[in-house]
């Protein structure tokens, strides 16, 4: 990918995460559908399965030749040496409980090295993101840190 394309990914995942996390914020707190995912005791929700249509179809919009790891869908797209990893609801069992510690968490690797992350606070609406090789800055709705 070149620069704009860069630019793009990173747009795109802060974009998703914060749909995501908006309609997880306006979610929490209210009547929900919680079903057991596992037998260690982890939980799915509506929410959680919700957000993850919403991120994984804004990025195959984008990017229709790179490959998907979602929590609630599994794989998806091409083989590539691309790939994004989505946790649409990071903390459902929280988010069930009324607790106000979940979030979004988005990446994407490249050769099996992440090279972007997003992660979205969504009861306090904030953002954090690091691109790989670009330096450090911190703001009000998104913070960027370098991965080394």
């Known amino acids: 990918m070149n620069?704009?394309?860069?630019?793009?990914?990173?747009?795109?995942?802060?974009?998703a995460a914060t749909k995501a996390g908006e309609l997880a914020?306006?979610?929490?707190g209210g009547k929900l559908t919680i079903q057991h995912k596992?037998?260690?005791?982890d939980l799915v929700t509506e929410v959680d399965v919700q957000a993850d249509r919403l991120i994984v179809e804004d990025i195959l919009a984008v990017f229709p030749s790179h490959r998907i790891y979602s929590e609630e869908a599994g794989e998806g797209g091409t083989v590539s040496d691309w790939v994004w990893h989505v946790d649409p609801l990071?903390?459902?069992?929280n988010f069930a409980l009324?607790?106000?510690?979940y979030g979004v968490c988005?990446?994407?690797s490249y050769q099996g090295q992440i090279v972007l992350g997003v992660i979205r606070d969504s009861a306090l609406g904030l953002n954090?993101?690091?691109v790989k090789d670009e330096g450090e800055?911190?703001?009000t709705k998104a913070s960027s840190r370098a991965f080394g």
Do not use: H, K
């Not at 009324?98 to 510690?101: A, D």
């Open 25 to 28: 914020r306006e979610r929490f």
């Open 38 to 41: 596992d037998d260690r005791g």
């Open 3 to 15: 620069r704009n394309e860069w630019s793009l990914a990173r747009e795109v995942a802060v974009n």
């Open 128 to 130: 954090y993101v690091a």
């Open 137 to 139: 800055s911190v703001g």
């Open 90 to 93: 990071d903390g459902t069992n």
């Open 106 to 108: 988005i990446s994407l």
């Open 98 to 101: 009324g607790m106000p510690l």
